[in-house]
């Protein structure tokens, strides 16, 4: 450290001290540790709830337009009829698939995976 940093620091009331930085492991015990703590990791948040939605579709409406609606109305939506459905995760496009039946429910057979790479543009946008 210079002197004139020093004298400087002393000067303006702050304590300087040299640091000493630990020796790193070697890089194949780094790689096989970063991997076993990044198991670690994701274990832990394996039951952290996320909300998944399946979204038919969506439209734009005035207030109007929306008062208006009532038992028997029809709301035109912006997607094809045979058109996959989205499949979010916490707002997040991750998926397509088609409507099935499960037991007396509605479900969703997954179709595709957005690449990780589409996925962060999204968010990104």
């Given at each position: 450290m210079s002197d004139e940093?020093?004298?400087a620091s002393s000067d303006q009331g702050f304590d300087v001290a040299d640091v000493e930085f630990n020796n790193l492991a070697p890089f194949d015990d780094?790689?096989?540790s970063a991997s076993?703590?990044?198991k670690k990791n994701l274990e832990m948040i394996y039951e952290i709830p996320v909300r998944v939605?399946?979204?038919l579709g969506h439209t734009n409406m005035t207030i109007?337009?929306?008062l208006t609606l009532g038992p028997g109305s029809v709301v035109e939506l912006e997607r094809l009829?045979?058109?996959s459905i989205d499949l979010l995760v916490n707002g997040v496009l991750i998926g397509k698939g088609d409507v099935v039946v499960v037991n007396e429910n509605f479900g969703l057979r997954i179709t595709e995976i957005v690449c990780l790479e589409e996925r962060i543009k999204r968010i990104t946008n």
């Open positions: 940093f020093e004298q780094t790689i096989e076993d703590n990044s939605n399946a979204e109007k337009k929306l009829a045979g058109e």
